[in-house]
């Protein structure tokens, strides 16, 4: 079946701006997971849904930063305000269960190639 | 606070050498490791995953070692080959967020013909 799919692949904006970025997971799963990725570094946590719900969201670096899943499928990360140090590689990734699942690995998207001008 | 460590950044080899991809972690406390592939400009693809029970896991030829306790492991490549360049991270899931991947920095690999 198809992977986690993740629109637009490319996105130039200038700073101040709003952007949405969003992910299809694999259908089926029921965790999704939004990462960061800056040039040179791994992809750094910013928020995990359980269904509808973020289960976690410890990661988002500021309020400037919210996601959404409203389904329990399709999520929509939303930036307000973009500022350039925001240029990086968002990526999403998701998981059949999101339960205490020690054999559980998480699929990931190609990634949106954000840069903010 | 979880923090993983690679080493090396970089490293490359001729094509049929084995070599050992290092990683480290600041507390022991994980469900599970995994080693993750990534090729230049595209997603994470999973390539091993160790529960924090288990010693080691093998792939083909790949093998993955944990020690919890000393906070370390290593993948194993044998036999590599130009199709293996890649950046290869390490990421452990703990904590109070079983969700919650914390990823190392990376290595990238280069295999030469």
């Known amino acids: 079946g198809a992977g986690v799919s993740q629109t637009p692949s490319n996105k130039v904006t200038e700073k101040g701006k709003y952007v949405e970025l969003r992910c299809d997971p694999i259908s089926g799963h029921t965790a999704l997971y939004w990462y960061r990725q800056s040039l040179g570094q791994g992809p750094e946590f910013l928020i995990y849904f359980q269904g509808t719900g973020a289960a976690d969201d410890s990661g988002l670096p500021n309020d400037r930063f919210f996601a959404v899943r409203p389904e329990g499928s399709v999520s929509t990360l939303k930036i307000q305000r973009t500022e350039r140090g925001d240029s990086a590689v968002y990526l999403c990734a998701s998981s059949l269960r999101g339960t205490r699942d020690l054999l559980e690995t998480q699929y990931f998207g190609p990634g949106t190639r954000l840069l903010v001008l | 606070k979880q923090e993983v460590t690679q080493i090396p950044a970089a490293l490359s080899v001729p094509e049929g050498e084995n070599l050992v991809l290092n990683c480290s972690f600041t507390d022991s406390a994980i469900y599970n490791l995994q080693w993750f592939r990534q090729d230049p400009g595209k997603g994470l693809t999973s390539l091993l995953l160790?529960?924090?029970?288990?010693r080691e896991q093998t792939s083909g030829r790949l093998n993955a070692s944990l020690d919890k306790s000393s906070g370390r492991s290593t993948l194993y490549i044998a036999a590599s080959q130009p199709g293996d360049s890649a950046t290869y991270l390490c990421?452990?899931?703990?904590?109070?967020?079983?969700?919650?991947?914390?990823f190392g920095q990376g290595t990238i690999l280069t295999v030469h013909p």
């Open positions: 990421a452990v899931a703990g904590g109070t967020s079983y969700g919650k991947l914390t």
């Open positions: 160790i529960q924090s029970s288990q």
